[in-house]
């Protein structure tokens, strides 16, 4: 089993973070993906603890859309950025969470485009796997990803909550499919058809924590052992055992990131 995007170097686990380790090994998970944020030095200080604590811990470093506008001035500089923290950090993995988000809109849409377009630039460069962040972004997230040649490198679409055709696309261009604890949300009724047709070899799961704890732990702070919980929901939708889910995340992650 493996939490492939989890945010456990946030302050919300500094008090009780050999507990929430501890709950995860015992949950069976061999590996957790600790998405920082370049910009946050707490973060990433924090993250040398977490891997302390639990050395299977790989990391994702990136520039969120959210912080972009931090960088409206030299979109470029959100890729320096993140390039020096991952050369700080042996364990990164993975440059990401990076995108668009128009849901929240926090930065401008233009900065976003271009923090972006730089960061998988960086990716190209440094070879490695991105974690892609999109929200109500479709058409120019796709435009992106093909103008910067994003499927060079590949990576995943995390907490995936598009429909099938989005799936499609993101399935067609080589990329992963990262599902989080939305799967267990009743209503979901097209994400739980998505589940149904990811190839179990593109199949990526996720809690997201602290956000978006799945059923029935609801509204608390999400944990990464809670992904068995994502594991579940899948296994049932697609009429297989949550052994089978969770083994090809783990077999599709190692792939992926070579961690
Ligand atoms: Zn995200
Ligand atoms: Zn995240």
């Known amino acids: 089993m493996i939490d492939a995007h989890c945010h456990i170097a946030g302050p919300e686990f500094a008090d009780d973070l050999d507990a929430v380790v501890e709950r995860a090994r015992d949950a069976g998970l061999a590996h957790a993906f600790v998405i920082l944020a370049a910009d946050d030095e707490p973060e990433l200080a924090q993250a040398r603890r ?112 598009g429909d099938r055709d989005m799936a499609r696309r993101a399935l067609a261009i080589g990329f992963h499919i990262s599902l989080a604890g939305i799967v267990t949300f009743p209503r979901a009724l097209e994400l739980r058809e998505v589940a149904r047709i990811v190839p179990l070899d593109r199949l990526l799961i996720e809690t997201d924590s602290p956000f978006l704890a799945p059923v029935p732990h609801r509204g608390k702070r999400n944990e990464p052992a809670h992904v068995v919980r994502v594991a579940e929901a899948i296994a049932r939708l697609r009429d297989t055992t949550v052994e089978t889910i969770g083994q090809a995340a783990q077999e599709n992650f190692v792939r992926l990131f070579n961690p």
């Open 50 to 161: 977490v891997a302390e604590r639990w050395p299977d811990v790989r990391f994702s470093i990136g520039v969120h859309p959210h912080a972009a506008g931090k960088f409206a001035d030299d979109p470029a500089s959100a890729a320096r950025e993140a390039d020096s923290k991952i050369a700080d950090q042996p364990l990164t993995r993975g440059l990401g969470e990076i995108g668009l988000d128009y849901y929240y809109d926090h930065a401008p849409r233009d900065v976003q485009q271009q923090v972006f377009r730089e960061q998988i630039r960086l990716a190209r460069r440094r070879r490695l796997p991105i974690v892609i962040h999109t929200r109500d972004a479709e058409a120019d997230t796709f435009r992106i990803l093909a103008e910067e040649s994003a499927s060079e490198v590949g990576g995943v679409f995390h907490c995936f909550t």
